[in-house]
């Protein structure tokens, strides 16, 4: 192995210090700590969710996505966001960052424009852009392993797509439909952009039968062992010793 595979080898062993592992855990950690303070200290955080119509509303688009009401609500976005951006990051790391910016800023701004007039809190609607971004990406590129990163979308959240309606009190469907719009709009814009460098599947085309240089370096049955000079002068000598004692 060479010195420049042998590093790469190295780096792709250290999976706990690649973006796909820090960036994800970091977000989620930031989000945890601001509920625990917020619990503790009584500091109403809800405050800074996104309101409708009300230029004070507008700091939420930053804000609101780190702010959860409830230890549940925390527990429910935190888990399905560190899957689902530690996916982003795998499996498309030239566009998670860009991608991320954009629905953690749209997703506000859309609730703000047409959302209920109430405080809306929460990383829901960056989870629906994620998982839309993520399901739609690998139907339009139908390559196989984003396809089945798709399926496991399906598998795992196939139920969000009841957070589309406005059945559950006090749940923000408004978020929900404006980070799923957000999604399939990035999955679409970016659909020619190139995700993460997959192996090449092994092809019995890509093995190389060209024998000529071990020919012309060892002759044309270099292949073949020579059992005769190959044969050994060794001799094996045993030695006989008796177990008798004498009493």
Do not use: C
């Not at 703000?112 to 339009?140: E, K």
């Not at 006090?170 to 978020?175: D, P, T």
Request: charged share 15%.
């Amino acid at each position: 192995m060479d010195k420049g595979r042998n590093i790469q080898y190295r780096q792709e062993q250290k999976w706990w210090l690649q973006p796909y592992v820090l960036i994800p855990l970091a977000l989620s950690a930031i989000m945890a700590i601001i509920y625990g303070l917020d619990q503790s200290m009584g500091l109403d955080l809800y405050q800074f969710g996104v309101y409708p119509k009300k230029g004070e509303g507008l700091i939420g688009l930053i804000s609101a996505p780190l702010v959860h009401g409830s230890f549940e609500h925390l527990r429910n976005n935190l888990i399905s966001f560190t899957v689902l951006s530690a996916a982003l990051w795998y499996f498309y790391p030239r566009k998670a960052l860009p991608l991320l910016i954009l629905a953690w800023i749209f997703s506000g701004l859309a609730i703000w424009i047409w959302g209920r007039p109430s405080y809306h809190i929460g990383a829901s609607g960056i989870i629906y852009a994620l998982a839309a971004f993520i399901f739609f990406s690998g139907l339009l590129r139908a390559h196989p392993n984003l396809l089945a990163l798709s399926m496991l979308v399906v598998f795992l959240y196939g139920s969000m797509v009841w957070g589309l309606v406005p059945i559950e009190p006090g749940v923000s469907h408004e978020a929900h439909i404006s980070g799923a719009i957000i999604g399939v709009v990035m999955a679409i814009y970016l659909r020619n952009s190139p995700p993460k460098d997959f192996p090449k599947p092994f092809r019995y085309d890509d093995i190389n039968d060209d024998l000529s240089e071990q020919i012309e370096k060892y002759g044309p049955n270099y292949w073949q062992v020579d059992h005769d000079s190959q044969q050994s002068g060794m001799k094996i000598h045993y030695e006989y010793k008796s177990n008798d004692t004498k009493d």
